[in-house]
């Protein structure tokens, strides 16, 4: 179970940070070999792989159109007012994220530049198979991806896909469908096959063989739209929380799998205590009990002197979730300075923010929040600089550039400018 | 010298528009030698490799206070007035870019979730050595770093840095400076050694062995700016261009490296004709004529029959650098979708971008404008994403994210929300 750690010296707080490591090296060559074989057979190697991984003999990668509409009809009611009800939230919040809007700066009189905000063109999405229909992050990709403007978005997922992720999908306008998974999936939406159109950038989450594809493949030209590890919640409670609230957050991280982290920061005993008994408690229930058991392995509970002490640790972990079940939750998370995104107050579990509250829940793991952003409309856009200089203008810099270029030993870059003004001057 | 190529067939477009590749399996086992020289030698291992690959035998790898200081005094009064002027200028650009305001949304009452932009902590600028002092690029980075309110912001650059490198580095508010250079370099950013700090995020220019480190440490919890490729200018250009500005901006790019591509693309025959007679002309006179020789042997100027069918040819290359010599740029401007940066006119000449105007000259290369930015303040901060549900909120939501994470098989996350509804409803 989860050890307890009391009062650590801070030059033991890097140690405590640790995430739990992963051998990936042998996996490598393997996913080179099926980079390599897509790269070669295009949709022959699809159809083969696919046989030989999810032992599903397929015919035609491109879902059909019927296929899609029927999934409406296939999932309960209950279910579809649920997605829809998310998928509202979710666009709401994202809808607020987009801005379009240029602002023209004349830095010196007759140079003017500005920035203009672009939709990434072509996006594809990769949707793991495995036990469960991960429709969530059907919404969680597609909805930013349909308000930045796209124009072509298409999702791989192994066979046989799930009405429900097929539903999401469609909520989102996504139309082209494949039924592909695993590294062959992320190579068709890398290079593009006959059946499969190539892309511009990459999301989803997968197992480690999608994960290893998808940092490959940014090596040539493929963006992603982050590195993967593996999922985790740091939890800071004073005695103000609810045992029983904390514990169920802790399990719900624990639940994602076996390398999951959880870790909890704590500035009373009590209150750790308490968690842990509650934790053990409502473990037995679970179904994915033996799962959550091997993640609480790489867990931690550590008591420290106060909540401002907590925030430094939590700031050099640097949790993808963060949720502060203390007093004045909102002043503490002022504090935050590395995070992927922050639950405040009891009510407020990150299972909302997985599903419906309105943020994203694909998020910066591995500590990768120091230095990333989870998914938003941001990561659908680009923004290209323009600038437009008059004869005026590049008289009042001109002689900058000539100067600096000439300093750096480019000469051409110097003769670009003299040579327009040569022309001026006359 | 360019190759030209009059009314190709669509069909023969993407391969006009390919990169020369890069051959970097052979150096990559090199980088990974140097990288794990220094995660276990560290400093040791910094001061070794400077004496095998820059024959400089350094003491201390940070710079002291006094030389930083005395750099001002030894570069040229009119360099430094040039640098000022390009600081000011970028930094005006730069400053209109940071947006810290909150936007609170309300997605279902009792709902409210918010994106906080805060800086990063950590940041290490590199500037590569080599024949020309790349003061520029300190620029480049450290005015956005400087902006975005960055922490701790570091330079490396190998021995001996040059006084307007360190004139520049001074202005953007650096004082931590080390003399290292290569993967090297690379590898004290991403691990920290005793004498350098390990940082969240690496920016910079640098030869195959900087890009190579750069993209390795990527997967060890580092982040840098892009993936890194030869520079590449295109130009669209028709009969109301000038011959000689078009061939001074195409030579400008050329004399980058002899992997730098040029792409000139025209309505007009004869002005591709007089371009490639103005090339030739202005080539003889540069100290780098060998270097622009082999870059103009990449190098296409290809005949298309409207404006319009550039911008598709332009769009499918996504050039970093894209030059409108051409009457009303400004309107065919607005319908660039790939590409770095825009130059508008016959008098916005690319060297002003790369030195002066105010937009930065860090861009995405090789095709990577179709999904990345240039370099911006957005690079140098991230966006958290905050929410706060109160307990009615979690009525409104609660039994949405219940049947979500039920049908996702995930019961933990379905428990967090039911183990606090049932105390509420209390």
Same mark, same amino acid.
């Given at each position: 179970?989860?050890?307890v750690f009391?009062?650590? &010296?801070q030059s033991?707080w890097?140690e405590l940070?640790k995430?739990p490591?992963?051998g990936i090296?042998?996996k490598?060559?393997? %996913?080179?070999?099926i980079?390599q074989?897509v ?5 022959k190697?699809?159809i083969?792989l696919?046989l030989?991984f999810?032992k599903v003999k397929?015919?035609n ?6 296929t899609?509409?029927k ?7 209950a ?12 666009y709401?919040?994202?809808?607020t994220q987009?801005?379009?809007k240029i602002?023209?700066v004349?830095?010196t009189?007759g ?6 905000? %672009?939709h990434?063109?072509?996006?594809g =999405?990769?949707? /793991?198979?495995?036990s469960?229909p991960l429709?969530s992050?059907v919404l969680?990709l597609g *909805? /930013?991806? #349909?308000?930045a403007?796209?124009?072509? @978005?298409? =999702?791989c997922?192994? /066979?046989n896909?799930?009405?429900?992720i097929?539903?999401a ?5 996504i139309?082209?469908?494949?039924c %592909?998974?695993?590294a062959q999936?992320?190579a068709a939406?890398?290079?593009?096959t #006959?059946? *499969?159109p190539?892309?511009?950038? *990459? ?5 480690s063989?999608? $994960?290893?594809a998808?940092q490959? @493949? ?5 963006a992603?739209?982050m /590195? ?5 919640v740091l939890?800071?409670?004073?005695d103000?929380?609810?045992?029983a609230?904390v514990?169920?957050?802790l ?5 994602h799998?076996p390398d999951s982290? @959880?870790?909890l920061?704590?500035t009373s005993?009590k209150?750790v205590d308490?968690?842990?008994t &509650?934790?053990n408690?409502?473990?037995?229930a ?6 959550a &058991?091997?993640?609480?392995k790489?867990?931690r509970? *550590?008591?420290l002197?106060?909540l401002?002490?907590?925030m430094?640790?939590?700031?050099l972990?640097?949790p993808e979730? +963060?949720i502060?079940?203390c007093?004045?939750?909102e002043k503490l998370? &002022? ?8 639950? =405040?107050g009891?009510y407020?579990p990150?299972?909302?923010?997985d599903?419906a509250?309105?943020?994203?829940h694909?998020l910066p793991?591995n500590?990768y ?6 998914v938003? @409309?941001?990561? +659908? ?13 590049l ?7 000539e ?8 000469q ?7 040579i327009? =003004?040569k $022309?001026?001057?006359?």
């Open positions: 179970m989860m050890r009391t009062y650590p &010296e033991k890097a940070a995430r490591s992963e090296g042998a490598e060559d393997a %996913v080179k070999a980079l074989a790269r070669k057979q295009r949709d190697a699809l083969d696919t030989k999810d397929i015919k990668l491109k879902l059909d159109a019927n899609i509409k999934a409406e009809k296939s999932i309960s009611p279910l579809k007012k649920a997605i829809d009800k998310a998928y509202k939230n979710i709401k919040f994202h809808s987009l801005n379009t602002e023209k004349e830095t009189p140079v003017v530049c500005w920035r203009k905000t %672009v990434l063109e072509k996006v =999405l990769y949707i /793991p198979g495995g469960a429709f992050t969680m *909805i /930013p991806a #349909k308000i403007g796209c124009k072509e @978005v298409i =999702l997922s192994p /066979p896909i799930d009405a429900a097929l539903y999908a469609s909520k989102c306008g139309k082209k469908i494949f %592909v998974g695993g999936a992320i939406m890398a290079y593009g #006959k059946s *499969i190539k892309v511009d950038k *990459i999301f989803g989450p997968g197992n063989f999608v $994960t290893i998808k490959l @493949v940014t090596q040539e030209g493929v992603i739209d /590195p993967a590890g593996p999922s985790e939890v800071i409670a004073d103000s929380a609810n045992a609230f514990a169920s957050d399990l719900s991280q624990a639940e799998g982290q @959880v870790i920061l704590s005993k209150l308490e968690v842990i &509650e934790v408690a409502q473990l037995k679970l179904p994915r009990k033996a799962i &058991e091997k993640a609480l790489n867990s509970a *550590i008591i002197k106060s401002d002490e907590a430094n640790f939590s700031n972990y640097a979730h +963060l502060l079940a007093k004045n939750a998370g &002022e504090k935050v300075i590395n995070a992927g995104s922050v639950f =405040l009891n407020s990150e299972s909302a923010g599903y509250s309105g943020t994203n694909t793991t500590g929040a120091r230095a990333y952003s989870g938003s @409309v941001d990561s +659908l856009i680009k923004k290209i600089t323009f600038q437009q200089i008059s004869k005026d203008g008289k009042n810099i001109g002689n900058t550039v100067i600096m270029a000439e300093a750096e030993q480019l051409a870059h110097k003769n670009a400018i003299t327009r =003004l $022309t001026i001057k006359k």
